[in-house]
Each structure stands twice: as C-alpha cells, then as structure tokens.
C-alpha cells in the first residue's frame, strides 16, 4: 500500500444539450448512484463524506446548492463541503477530497459534480453569466468574452510559432472522432479537416468546429483511503488498483492583457504540472504519461497543453498533433473520451469526467476502440477562465 | 510539536453596512495585508497557497471571484482554491485549510474571505438573492425566507421548552454590549432588554433587535505548519502558540418541514461538534472550553446552539443565557467579538472572524474589556441556512 488515496468508484450520466427533462439534482444523483452502484455499495451513506463541486450559483437560481444536493442525496447529517474553481472545479474538488482523505479528516469521500446550464436561461443569458467569469469591471463591461481571449491566445502562437488553423482542425475532427466510440459523449461526430476549416466563423482562427458546447451532465467519483476501500467495496478487489497519485494547481492573472506579452501559453498549467510531476518524479512526461485527458475548450487550446505539461517542446504542438502523436494508437492518447469538444463540458462535472475515463482507461474497461494500450500513468489537465486557475492531477495503476 | 497546524498571523477590515466607497477586491487586500502584517511578513507570495471565502457569485455580479481575488493579492501563479458553504463559508474554508496543510499540500496557506453585499443590489435585491439560498423550487417559490424558518424554529423551543422573548434579548443585548469593547464592530449598543423587547416586530418572537444585519467586511487568517511558522515568522515566536485542534461538520435538511417534528435545534450543529470533541476527548464541553464564537443571526439562535454544542442540556439554554454564564466574567464567555448581531456579518469572512476573535482571545491580545480570563481552548460555531451547514473548529494554546 502506498499511503495514496484510491478510487472506489466512479459514476457519469450522459452529457447533452438543453436538458429539459430533469433539474439538476436528478443529474447529481443519476451519477452518485452510478457511481455506488460501481463501486458495489448498496447505499450512498457508507459514505463519510460529500463533495459538491458545481461552477455559479446562476445557472440554476439557486445558493448554497451543495447543501442542496448533499441533502437530495440522502447524505445530511453527513459533513459536506463545496468547491469551486471555474471551469477547473471538478479537477479542483478532486484536488480538495485528495486533501481530504490525506489528512485524515475522513477515510471517504463521494465528489460529484453537476450542470445543468439550459434551465430557464436563454443561449443569450447563458453567455451572459459565463461572461461574468472575466473581470466584470474592467473586462466584460468593454465587451472582452472568452471566445475572443482564447482566439487572441492562439493568433500569437500562430504568430510566434507558426501554428496553422490546420493543426487546430486535426484536435476537432480527432476528439469528435474518439468520442464516437463514448455512448455518453454529446457531440460524437466523422468530419474532415477541410470541415472544420470551411465551417462559420466565430472568432479568428477559431471557426464553429473548433469550440465546444454547452452541457448539461453530471459526474461522480468515489475517493478513500485503500483500507476503506477493501473493507466495504466488495468489488474493489477485483479490479487493479488506481490511486490518486499526485495533484498540482497553479494561477495566472485574471485579465489577459497583464500577461502581455507572454499570451502564447498557459503559465498556471505549466506551474501545476511541475508541481505534480515533482511529486512523483517525472522528468520526461512524453515517455512516463500513458494517456491524458485535456481542457479543449477550443482546439488550439489542446496544441497549447501539450506544449506546457511538457509533452512536447514550446512552439512543438501543432506539429506534434498532426503528425498523430496523441491519437488514439499514437505515442500518448490525448482525449480517448472525446474531450470537451466530443463528450462535452458540463462545467461541474468536467474534471470529474475527466478523471472517469482516464482511471477506466487505467482500468482497461472502456470501448476497447477507444482504450490506450498499457496504461498505468493518466493525467488530467483542466483549467478556469483562460487559464487563470490550473490543475492537474495524475492517476496510477499500480500492480 | 503537535503536528497540528498554528494561527501565523490575523487580519481584520471594520465591518459595516453599505461599503460604497470600495470594492470587494479592496477589502479582501486590507485585510489580506493586515494578516500578512501582523505575520511580520513583508510579502504576500511568501505563503504557498491561497483559499478564497465568499458566499455568492451574485452579490458582485462576478463569476470564480476566486480567480480574481487571487490575481488582486498577487498570488498568482500560486494555487488557490474557493470554498462556499453559505453561511458556514468561512468555517469550512478554514476547515479545508486544516485539510490542505495536514495532507502535506502545502505547508502555508493564506485563509482570506470578503463579502460587499451592498454594491449595485438594493435592500430588497439582497434580500432576494438570501432568498435562494433556500430551496428555490419548493421554498422561495412559496414565500419562505430565513426569519421565518429561523422564527419557526423559536417558536416550537418556546413551546417545548418554555424558552421566553426576554431570555432570547439577553443574547441581543449581551453581545451588542460585547461589541462596545471592540472597534472594528458594526453594532455596538448599549441596550435594555426591554428596548430588544419592544422593538418592530419581525417575525413572531424575533423583533428588529433580535436580528443580525447584513455587513460589508473581510477577514484573513494564515494558517501553516508549526516548522514553516517558525522558519518564516519572525514574530512567531514571541507570541503562545495557538494550533487550529480540531475541526467537526454535519449537516440538515435543506427543508424545514422535512425535519419536522424535531424543528426545536439544530442536528447537523450537534454532528459537527461531537466530531470536534472526539479529535480532543472534550466530554464535558463547558468546563473544558474557555471562550466561544457562537453564530447568532437571530438572538434565540445562541440560545439553541449552547445546547446543540453541549454547554448545557436541551431546553435549558434560555435560562442559562439569562443567569449570565455566558456573559462576559460568565463561565464561559460567548461572543465577546460582539458576534452577528454586534460585530456583523459579511457572509465569506464571518467564519473566519470568529476564529480570529478566538485565536486571539488565546493570545491575550484583545481589548482588557473583553477578554475571557485563561483562555486556553476556544471554539468557533457556524451554520449555513437553519442549519443546513454545521462547522464547529476548535484552537487551542498549548505552552
């Protein structure tokens, strides 16, 4: 044993557009159940602990929504704590259970994460809030929207480096592709570069085939002390064992203009990377990195990551991911559940999601069409705003 | 050394009503500086992490205000994380520190929670947004707002119990007074019982001065390993050493009618400090607890929680209010800060403040007029909604 927290169990609902059919907290608890249900518990008070991790209280009118749904889940008079960091807030409440369970204040934890984005808002009012995640006083009030922020990213990449809209149209049409093979994935799509090269534009270089979407969807994983988890999940001994093996987080400035003129790439993902590879050592990632699930917010944003997690040099991306290195059967399989730009994004649940598959890919339980070969090392990389909060958190299989 | 970790430093702004001469992010720096003043520490990226406190995205109309706090302190690229959970906000973003440090995270981390309710929202819009912090679906939709519930609640430990108006405005009175001894207080009052009596009535029992406020204010605290305070605080070892001991939480139903028959006090408030106890072998509280911060947003609120808490039995806190034990030369002084009702309330750094009241009733460093004698071990109670959120911390001097 290794002193590490493992995971128990893990839990998702499918991830889609405008669900009108339920609130959020029949999502929340679709997944908590899922993930009891996985983890061979029969009842979701085995628990210790919640975690709710979920972006704006906006979106569904409603404060003090984890006490909401930690109370819908059956789990008061259990403690329970929120966390909340952007678009970064699911990897964030894994990175807060990790603590959690490592300082002891509990053996176990259920971390969900929900979003329902569609509820009584507009598309019009939903980019509204979203814009309220940059500075209100002295961004959105002059019109600034993430969209822009991320093509202005990627425009001086392109300059300094070279970088082609093609090379950004590859992660597109790849991610869409894995997630063919993801029953859950929202926007499962065959399309060709050229596609998404003639696709409507939106901001320059990014065209509509190079964002994601809004989700709705929810995401469960069940962390705990490896003793915990041999003393009452019945099904945990049969399948290897994955830990949460390392956690690193890191910031950047809130407007993209201080950064100036360093605006090419993510300098929070870089800190959080070295934080976590620290951890466990890792000095060539490329090498001793199996598979990875990374914030695609938009397709540059991919050529960017894999640039400040060190997989390849700065400047290296785009050629890096044309040349195939991170598709399914290259060298590091990036996005094998499709991404945010293939299986979706609901804000809360995304770095959950993220780390579902990369500790089923660990595993080996996912759509063998989609399943890394020998995967033992998966990392995730999941970020706020334009990188303003970074995380990144890595999972082992160790046996 | 205990291995626990120790209070480095404290920073307070004044708490007030209607802070239209500042920001939020202006308050959080005042009090961010004031903590890393009081640390002797020249800059503020000597600490290893951030952890942001504040209750709700819409009272600034920003979103991951966590994010922007952050880059307004100058942390940035350090990680940070938010916490929220409603009114036990800063409660529970200490608690999680205590998580952050003891897991091995990080061996400093710099506690800081803000709240400017009033910017841009009138009287009647805050109290709106204070309303979703109920059940928006079932409770607000039909009129349910705090005082209510929370007068609900009086109302059925007055019947059961026998509890009177008078006995709930000694708590109003007590802790206004309290507040006179201390300069960064919202409310301090000197008032009679019958003044707290025969003011507006509210909501049956509770009048206008058995009412806490709303409060514009922020609070920061700097909490590390015994080994990093020592090596980085040149003034740390000039003052008794206050470890933050333990920490408890539970949890209650969002719904009051969902608790019902049992709507006298609070359950999830008596979970978190059985928690609390266990980790200190505490088994009779008002003997082995010198000084305490009790969350009385309403006056019968105190009155509830000295029994939940285990000071005295149930429905024997009225009277034990009204005899004066809790009163300041009391046996076990409460709310010398002055509390909700005399210090305030800004909803994020709340928690937070009652702990620095604490820590520094150990270090003997608040006005004579206030301070409870030998106060060694000191505790903190805090709730979100009617006790949907219970946090109980506890600090203690040890030397």
């Known amino acids: 044993m290794s002193g590490l927290p493992v995971v128990v169990g893990v839990g998702l609902t499918a991830f889609a557009a405008n669900r009108v059919d339920c609130t959020v907290r029949d999502l929340a608890l679709e997944a908590a159940l899922a993930c009891m249900h996985d983890a061979g518990l029969m009842d979701l008070k085995a628990v210790q602990h919640g975690l709710t991790s979920y972006e704006s209280d906006h979106f569904n009118r409603q404060m003090t929504l984890g006490a909401l ?3 819908h ?10 966390v909340e960091g952007g678009g970064a807030t699911g990897a964030l409440a894994l990175r807060t259970a990790w603590a959690y369970v490592q300082s002891g204040l509990c053996d176990s934890i259920l971390v969900y994460g929900a979003e329902l984005n569609g509820r009584s808002v507009s598309t019009q009012t939903a980019n509204q809030l979203f814009a309220l995640s940059a500075d209100f006083d002295w961004e959105m009030m002059v019109g600034g929207t993430y969209t822009a922020f991320y093509a202005a990213m990627m425009r001086a990449h392109m300059q300094r480096y070279g970088t ?7 992660v597109a049409v790849r991610n869409r592709k894995n997630a063919q093979h993801n029953p859950l994935a929202q926007k499962p799509m065959d399309l060709t570069i050229e596609e998404v090269l003639n696709s409507r534009a939106v901001a320059e270089p990014y065209k509509l085939l190079d964002c994601s979407l809004l989700s709705d969807g929810a995401a469960a994983l069940l962390l705990a002390t490896e003793d915990w988890a041999r003393a009452h999940s019945p099904v945990f001994a049969r399948r290897p064992v994955v830990y949460f093996a390392a956690t690193g987080c890191g910031s950047d400035t809130m407007r ?3 950064r100036y003129p360093d605006i090419t790439n993510f300098r929070g993902k870089r800190a959080a990377a070295q934080q976590a590879y620290a951890q466990l050592g890792i000095s060539d990632p490329l090498a001793q990195i199996d598979v990875a699930e990374l914030y695609d917010s938009y397709s540059g944003v991919e050529i960017q990551a894999v640039e400040d997690l060190g997989f390849v ?7 890096a991911v044309a040349s195939g290195l991170f598709d399914l059967g290259g060298r590091l399989p990036v996005n094998p559940s499709g991404g945010l730009l293939g299986r979706g994004a609901p804000v809360g649940a995304t770095g959950i999601a993220q780390a579902i598959e ?8 996912v759509h063998p069409a989609r399943q890394a070969a020998n995967a033992r090392r998966g990392l995730t990389d999941t970020h706020a705003g334009i990188g303003t909060l970074c995380v990144v958190n890595i999972f082992e299989r160790r046996d």
């Open 73 to 82: 889940l059956g789990l008061t008079p259990l403690p329970n704590v929120r």
């Open 256 to 258: 993209l203009g201080d």
């Open 313 to 319: 040099a700065a400047g290296e991306g785009g050629a």
């Open 69 to 71: 749904l930690h109370d």
């Open 164 to 170: 082609t809209e093609a090379q950004c149209a590859h």
């Open 358 to 365: 990369i500790v089923q890919q660990l595993w080996g339980t």
